[in-house]
T-cell receptor, first 118, second 110 residues
Framework: DAGVIQSPRHEVTEMGQEVTLRCKPI?????LFWYRQTMMRGLELLIY????????DSGMPEDRFSAKMPNASFSTLKIQPSEPRDSAVYFC????????????????FGPGTRLTVL | DAKTTQPTSMDCAEGRAANLPCNHS???????VYWYRQIHSQGPQYIIH???NNETNEMASLIITEDRKSSTLILPHATLRDTAVYYC???????????FGTGTRLKVLA
């Protein structure tokens, strides 16, 4: 398996522009997570989905942020309008729901998208 | 806020064991301890997890105290490639929210 795929790997945009980050989870995984990492705040969970349904979006910083998962193999994180303080590395991760007898939910992270908003 | 506390940084000589401590004094009965690491510019990578028994896999060993309030991740023979930030996380098997703290920045020295 190719692992979690994220695109683009790097994005530079100007303040006010719309930014869309993309993620393809590992095939068959039930959960998908979006994280943001900055020097100041570390690694923060923004939102996560189970079977394409958003379960917890309490980490989404503002209404400017939105996330969708139209099908099991694709998710987007959109920022509109973008601001310089949104500059960060955004990670997508996926995991498999523990099957009978299983105990843990190892999350597999993608390589991240480094976003710079000028 | 993160529910675990870890030292900010540690050094370890190459080939020696690296012992990374973590305090999780508020852990509840059904919460697992997970360890992840993040090598520079990459996404975090799962290492190991445990509930109350000591665990070992091909990457590391996890020692959990009997009261479960702390644990130690052991890399038995550290290499330069083990230089990374190591995160200790409490997580319930019923929820999937990881709260990452600041982690321990391990530097393996040649």
């Amino acid at each position: 398996d190719a692992g979690v795929i994220q695109s683009p790997r790097h994005e530079v945009t100007e303040m006010g522009q719309e930014v869309t980050l993309r993620c393809k989870p590992i095939s068959g995984h039930d959960y998908l997570f979006w994280y943001r990492q900055t020097m100041m705040r570390g690694l923060e969970l923004l939102i996560y989905f189970n079977n394409n349904v958003p379960i917890d979006d309490s980490g989404m910083p503002e209404d400017r942020f939105s996330a969708k998962m139209p099908n099991a193999s694709f998710s987007t994180l959109k920022i509109q309008p973008s601001e310089p303080r949104d500059s960060a590395v955004y990670f997508c991760a996926s995991s498999l729901y523990p099957r009978a007898g299983g105990s843990y939910n190892e999350q597999f992270f993608g390589p991240g998208t480094r976003l710079t908003v000028l | 806020d993160a529910k675990t506390t870890q030292p900010t940084s540690m050094d370890c000589a190459e080939g020696r064991a690296a012992n990374l401590p973590c305090n999780h004094s508020t852990i509840s009965g059904n919460e697992y301890v997970y360890w992840y690491r993040q090598i520079h510019s990459q996404g975090p990578q799962y290492i190991i997890h445990g509930l109350k028994n000591n665990e070992t896999n091909e990457m590391a060993s996890l020692i959990i105290t009997e009261d479960r309030k702390s644990s130690t991740l052991i890399l038995p023979h550290a290499t330069l490639r083990d230089t990374a930030v190591y995160y200790c996380i409490e997580g319930s098997s019923g929820t999937y929210k990881y709260i990452f703290g600041t982690g321990t920045r391990l530097k393996v020295l040649a």
